[in-house]
């Protein structure tokens, strides 16, 4: 409960919304649960490159003409095409995390929830150092 609380406040920090497991993974997801994805391209179209959850490249496309570029070029023209591509997926992450809004109601219940159950075991916790400390003394 403390770790999804702690997660929906530094989301909320940041501005955006939290991060929603999708099979067992945390990415970068809309509204519906469906991968945001951003694409980038580079040298006229010849390099695309396609990023995804959590800023993972997920494909790259080269048109057969990109290949007669030098290799060194055709680095550039790659770093060039991802770099977009991460750009534009932070763009669309962006986009899809405005539609969501951040459940406060939840959250305070769940910060209220934390509260309780802290108290509850701090006075359990202290009950149980003062019979030790009375067995400690009677003992004597």
């Known amino acids: 409960m ?3 609380a702690r997660k929906t406040l530094d989301a909320m920090r940041k501005g955006g919304a939290p991060e929603r497991p999708a099979d067992g993974q945390t990415g970068e997801t809309g509204e519906t649960g469906e991968t ?14 396609t990023a995804a959850s959590g800023g993972r490249l997920t494909k790259v496309e ?3 003409r990109a290949l007669r570029l030098s290799a060194e ?4 023209h790659l770093v060039t ?4 591509a991460l750009d534009d997926l932070r763009r669309n992450a962006g986009a899809a995390a405005a539609g969501q809004a951040i459940d406060t ?9 934390l509260q309780n159950e802290s108290l509850r075991q701090m ?3 202290s009950q149980s150092f ?11």
Do not use: Y
Request: no cysteine.
């Open 2 to 4: 403390l770790t999804q």
């Open 36 to 49: 945001v994805e951003g694409v980038g391209e580079a040298a006229e179209g010849r390099v695309k490159v």
């Open 62 to 64: 080269l048109n057969p």
């Open 73 to 76: 070029e055709l680095g550039e």
């Open 81 to 84: 095409a991802a770099n977009a």
């Open 105 to 113: 109601a939840r959250l305070s219940e769940q910060i209220e929830g």
């Open 123 to 125: 006075t359990m916790i």
């Open 130 to 140: 003062n019979d030790a400390i009375a067995k400690v003394r009677g003992g004597k």
